[in-house]
């Protein structure tokens, strides 16, 4: 009869002593991704909400974008916009016009590293501006001025050069 109890208690503390299989999923970190906004051809801006840090705090947190769907916190383009919850918010540099972006924000804690909804957007055309010409008399060459969003630079070309310049035109 010891014996049959002996073996009766066993089972029970082998039934009742299972391994909870969420665990790990209930320890990250909650996170969404905010709308992207103010959308240029080389800029954007973005971020996110730690809603819950887990079991454990949020040592880090920001955004990571990639031309490919699901990108990573391994990624090179990411910000570092600090750790614990709350709303957090960041510039995604570096972008090509024209081309299509995936961006998630992302958490990590102690139990690895959550990622929020994906957002997509497209970064906008390089928008040209011709602002006339005028004479530079120190070259003795016509001088006209264009300005393509970011971009600067000289050209020469026979008698003319083009020189463009950088401006924030909003």
């Known amino acids: 009869m010891q014996r049959l109890l ?33 959308i240029t051809s080389t800029n954007a ?42 709303s957090y918010a960041s510039t995604i540099t570096g972008l090509t016009a024209n081309t299509v972006y995936h961006v998630r924000a992302y958490a990590t804690n102690s139990a690895g590293t959550a990622y929020g909804n994906e957002v997509t957007f497209t970064a906008a055309a390089a928008r040209l501006y011709v602002c006339g010409t005028e004479w530079n008399s120190s070259l003795s060459k016509q001088q006209c001025k264009i300005w393509i969003d970011n971009n600067a630079g000289t050209f020469w070309g026979g008698r003319y050069f083009l020189q463009i310049k950088i401006f924030n035109r909003r």
């Open 6 to 38: 002996t073996y009766i208690a066993v089972l029970s503390l082998l039934f009742s002593c299972k391994k909870d299989e969420d665990t790990a999923a209930t320890n990250l970190p909650a996170v969404t991704t905010t709308v992207i906004s103010a």
């Open 45 to 86: 801006a973005g971020g996110g909400t730690v809603r819950s840090e887990g079991s454990t705090p949020v040592t880090s947190r920001g955004i990571v974008w990639s031309t490919q769907a699901n990108p990573t916190a391994d990624l090179p383009t990411k910000t570092s916009d600090g750790s614990g919850a709350g």
